[in-house]
């Protein structure tokens, strides 16, 4: 990657990095650096660990400062839905990392750009590395702006099926059946992709799609209680 894509990226995420091979190793992946030949530290990897932990120290303080009154349960089920695989990969597409990671030939031809994992690992990795190059301060302010934003979102979409079941069964009175059946399935193995519609006693509702059938159902139950709510008004 050139230097105008490094600055462009920089540009991207507000923040102008001191030291650029710290960013260079955040967008690193393994299968890259294994191609090169390079060294086991030239990948993200260990910028992943570091920037995992800077992130749940971030989120756990910003649960604690703002649910001053919630129990530690529930605490810990926030952050999950906050940092969980799905999350991060969203706000790195808002990022557009994709783009700018180093992939290896093989991940590159077989969709590794668009990849959840690969997607949420250099996330995490690029935490790590603006807060090696500047700081707890910039990481945070990183952290809030794409992970701690439209928190309410997240978590809705985090848990979409079993909040569906909830509203399912608080408003209907008779047994009502929710279903989730595949009406498309495409691509090879390695890159998967499945339509999902989500039905309530047969009737049509909301539809997902997505690289397995459990992000698919996700999806379509998210669409779903959002037309639901849509009914209510």
Avoid at 8 to 37: M, P, R, V
Wanted: hydrophobic share 35%; net charge positive.
């Amino acid at each position: 990657m050139n230097n105008s894509k490094l600055m462009e990226f920089q540009k991207n995420i507000g923040y102008c990095f001191q030291n650029e091979k710290l960013l260079k190793n955040a967008l690193t992946h393994s299968s890259y650096a294994n191609e090169k030949h390079w060294k086991y530290k030239t990948n993200n990897e260990r910028l992943e660990f570091l920037g995992d932990a800077v992130l749940e120290l971030i989120s756990s303080e910003f649960i604690f400062r703002n649910h001053p009154h919630m129990v530690e349960g529930k605490m810990t089920k926030m952050r999950a839905s906050l940092v969980c695989e799905m999350s991060l990969s969203e706000a790195a597409r808002e990022i557009h990392l994709g783009r700018y990671i180093y992939l290896g030939h093989g991940e590159k031809i077989t969709g590794g750009a668009k990849r959840d994992s690969i997607l949420s690992d250099a996330f995490e990795a690029v935490i790590g590395a603006i807060y090696l190059d500047g700081g707890y301060e910039p990481a945070k302010k990183f952290v809030m702006q794409y992970v701690l934003s439209d928190i309410e979102k997240k978590q809705l979409f985090y848990d979409s099926k079993t909040i569906l079941q909830e509203i399912v069964q608080q408003t209907c009175h008779e047994k009502t059946e929710i279903g989730y059946p595949i009406m498309k399935e495409e691509g090879p193995d390695h890159n998967k992709n499945f339509l999902v519609k989500c039905t309530i006693n047969g009737k049509d509702y909301g539809f997902g799609k997505g690289p397995t059938k459990k992000k698919a159902e996700q999806q379509a139950a998210y669409e779903t209680i959002l037309m639901l709510r849509q009914e209510k008004k």
